[in-house]
């Protein structure tokens, strides 16, 4: 029940598409929603974050769209560039615990030029 | 802009040796973690810290693994008797409010 489950595993795009990746998740107490983008040997680095009362959240090229009812999450990123080629992944957390946040399997997005 | 700090960025040790693994959070952040992340794995919660105590911590983080905040400023994690199987990356996150932020990591490698 902890666990969240992201896809798909990889992702190809063309520079100037659209990168869409899914997130389910079964805990119905989760309450924060964030994604991560980790490039090679680094950190994962915060990249965009929502909770459950609002059903998107865009910030700049970035969108994350949230259906509760469904328990599922997405990240959609407009305008894919190649720089953008890096390891997505989805978390969740809940305020009930020590917020510590239960990690997706990531998605290898490539970007081609 | 602030950001969370790890030393050092690879440690290489023997099995059965010692290793203790360095973070500066934050300066105004509260709540501690460590997390792992073995090679093209996803990222695993290790533990939390809030209060200068552990708050939680997961099934991976056995007796062999010790955490510490020994000032105001440094967050350890310390790993008694290495294993092989404890080669990963070990990342540091911080947060006051909702937004963990993480640092570059450190490469334990065990051989």
């Known amino acids: 029940q902890q666990q969240v489950k992201q896809s798909p595993q990889s992702l190809i795009v063309q520079k100037g598409g659209i990168s869409i990746i899914n997130c389910a998740y079964e805990?119905?107490?989760?309450?924060?929603f964030p994604w991560y983008q980790q490039f090679p040997g680094k950190g994962p680095a915060l990249l965009i974050a929502?909770?459950?009362?609002?059903s998107e959240k865009k910030e700049g090229r970035f969108t994350i769209s949230f259906n509760k009812s469904a328990k599922q999450f997405s990240l959609h990123i407009m305008d894919s560039q190649p720089g953008d080629s890096a390891t997505y992944f989805c978390?969740?957390?809940?305020?009930?615990?020590?917020?510590?946040?239960?990690f997706g399997s990531g998605t290898q997005l490539t970007v081609l030029p | 802009e602030p950001e969370v700090t790890q030393t050092p960025s690879h440690q290489v040790t023997q099995m059965g040796q010692e290793v203790i693994l360095r973070c500066v959070p934050i300066?105004?952040?509260?709540?501690f973690y460590w997390y792992r992340q073995i090679l093209g794995q996803k990222v695993e919660f290790l533990v939390s810290?809030?209060?200068?105590?552990?708050?939680?911590k997961s099934e991976i983080f056995d007796d062999q693994f010790s955490v510490e905040r020994p000032d105001g400023s440094n967050f350890t994690l310390k790993i008694r008797s290495t294993k092989l199987e404890d080669s990963a990356m070990y990342f540091c996150?911080?947060?006051?409010?909702?937004?963990?932020?993480f640092g570059p990591g450190t490469r334990l490698t065990v051989t």
């Open positions: 810290f809030y209060n200068n105590e552990i708050s939680e």
């Open positions: 978390a969740a957390s809940n305020s009930g615990s020590a917020r510590q946040l239960t």
């Open positions: 300066s105004n952040h509260l709540y």
């Open positions: 996150a911080s947060h006051r409010a909702y937004e963990q932020y």
């Open positions: 929502i909770r459950p009362d609002v």
């Open positions: 805990n119905t107490a989760f309450d924060y």
